[in-house]
T-cell receptor
């Protein structure tokens, strides 16, 4: 069945470094992927999304890479800042099915 | 601010009780989704409504029910509450009915504590 998982539950990076958060998905038919950021006490906030017909998509300081061969999704954050500290969730979906979320990776930025 | 409003922010109640969580979607959004998030867990999809009709169902217990009203706000009803129902409950909204291939915008959540 569909499932989304994250390789690492926690990630600590130095301020200014780049962060890479990984996500594995199991359903090769999933056609839409999205990353959310959740700060403490807040709801998930949209970061970036990508469709299965793309390999890479860039936003402001963030890049999502999709490797359909190995069913892997990653979120790259450039020049990580203290405000990036949060839990990051990836989610996948297949046409006509709701988003399936992973358990999340906690990113801690060390000043 | 996502534009999705959830009330109340916090709810403390006892086992066996019934509570109602409310959600107002973003202006123009017709789909509403409910999720449950337990401590350090991911978001578990509960149910989706589109323009007043149930669209998709996830891992929602029979003790839980939801509805979407003509003004598009939604309510999630939780009854016969158990300790394990303590969690964050999020509402999200989107424009289209499928819930896929488009962004869902989340509210700030309701924290339910069952004592």
């Amino acid at each position: 069945g569909e499932s989304v998982g994250l390789h690492l539950p926690t990630l600590s990076v130095q301020e200014g470094d780049n962060s890479i958060i990984n996500c594995a998905y199991s359903n090769s038919a999933s056609d839409y992927f999205i990353w959310y950021k959740q700060e403490s006490g807040k709801g998930p906030q949209f970061i970036i999304d990508i469709r299965s017909n793309m390999d890479k998509r860039q936003g402001q300081r963030v890049t999502v890479l999709l490797n359909k061969t190995v069913k892997h999704l990653s979120l790259q954050i450039a020049a990580t800042q203290p405000g990036d500290s949060a839990v990051y969730f990836c989610a996948e979906s297949l046409l006509n099915t709701p988003l399936v979320f992973g358990k999340g990776t906690r990113l801690s930025v060390i000043a | 601010d996502s534009g999705v409003t959830q009330t109340p922010k916090h709810l403390i109640t006892a086992t066996g009780q019934r509570v109602t969580l409310r959600c107002s979607p973003r202006s123009g959004d017709l789909s509403v989704y409910w999720y449950q998030q337990s401590l350090d867990q991911g978001l578990q999809f509960l149910i989706q409504y589109y323009n007043g009709e149930e669209r998709a169902k996830g891992n929602i217990l029979e003790r839980f029910s939801a509805q979407q009203f003509p003004d598009l706000h939604s309510e999630l009803n939780l009854s016969s509450l158990e300790l394990g129902d303590s969690a964050l409950y999020f509402c999200a909204s989107s424009v289209n009915p499928t819930g896929t291939g488009e962004t869902q915008y989340f509210g700030a959540g309701t924290r339910l504590s069952v004592l």
